[in-house]
């Protein structure tokens, strides 16, 4: 059991959950604002031995070294790689503090997004219409830039309403190629493909200004990742040379700190994340408790 279990952050648990972390802690201290640096994140952590937090902070090595009674950090919050996550995980390995994160808790909800804004496209829903005239996804060659679940969630969902659907990942997917789809070079699908979802991890960036001109003109470009998968500077000099637009639930899915982006007339972003729905947070609070239940059973 911990002796103090902190939330340094909202973390997004359903309040069922919530109440279940006293079962886990002597003290459970939660947070329902976003600390504003580093110093407050240690003032908050003070003597605690088990952190939760989202994705919205971040626990470095400056923090780590002023909370030296951290012993476990729980990420209620996407983990893909040490290198992109928010924790400095090689530095908890090192000191002996275990890190876990969650995956695969909102893909669903972006299926929907992107099925729903594409469709909003191709028949002129409330925006300008892509044709023109109203086109269906059947027959659409549609490419997926990175096959993790979300990106075959979308993949299938695609071919399921009768899309041509090709993908780029860094290693091939039998399981998918089983169902018909192709898979082809970067480059290859952006020149294929009509329209293009990336679906990349956080902070890797594929696509620059030779992949745009590839991709070129009369094109539908989507980005369900957490960040942006282009630098903004390209995205912006592709949608201003030609016919194309570009969608994304969030402003951190544009990548650009200056908001000149999001006010561009190509651009439609939601604002708001696809994947934070009610089952969402249910499954995120479930694979949260359960990392701490692994966690008590290892030590």
């Known amino acids: 059991m911990f002796r103090k279990l902190v939330a340094i ?4 648990l359903v309040p069922e959950a919530e109440k279940e972390l006293n079962l886990y802690a002597k003290e459970v201290v939660m947070y329902d604002d976003i600390p504003a640096d580093d110093d407050e994140i240690i003032k908050r952590i003070g003597d605690a031995d088990g952190v939760l937090l989202s994705y919205t902070s971040k626990i470095n090595q400056y923090v780590f070294e002023h909370c030296p009674q951290i012993k476990y950090v729980g990420m209620c919050c996407s983990l893909y790689s040490k290198e992109s996550a928010n924790v400095d995980i090689a530095y908890a390995e090192d000191h002996g503090i275990v890190v876990k994160g969650i995956r695969d808790y909102g893909d669903r909800g972006v299926v929907e ?30 490419g997926v830039i990175g096959m993790g679940v979300s990106g075959g969630m979308i993949a299938e969902a695609m071919k399921f309403m009768g899309a041509n659907v090709s993908y780029y990942s860094r290693s091939r997917k039998p399981e998918y190629e089983e169902q018909g789809m192709e898979y082809l070079s970067l480059h290859e699908l952006l020149e294929k493909s009509e329209v293009v979802f990336t679906c990349l991890n ?7 200004e030779e992949e745009f001109k590839k991709l070129g003109n009369g094109k539908i470009m989507f980005n369900t990742s957490i960040g942006p998968a282009f630098e903004p500077e390209d995205l912006k000099a592709w949608l201003d040379g030609g016919d194309n637009v570009f969608a994304c639930d969030t402003l951190g899915a544009i990548g650009d700190p200056s908001g000149e982006l999001e006010k561009h007339p190509k651009v439609f972003c939601v604002n708001h994340s696809a994947g934070r729905t009610k089952q969402a947070f249910e499954l995120l609070s479930t694979k949260v408790l359960d990392n701490i239940k692994s966690y008590m059973e290892e030590i």
């Open 9 to 12: 952050e909202p973390v997004s």
């Open 202 to 208: 956080k902070n890797v960036i594929l696509l620059h």
């Open 113 to 142: 997004y992107a099925t729903c804004e594409l469709v909003r496209f191709l028949h002129g829903y409330d925006r300008p219409m892509w044709k023109d005239m109203p086109v269906e996804i059947t027959g659409l060659n549609v």
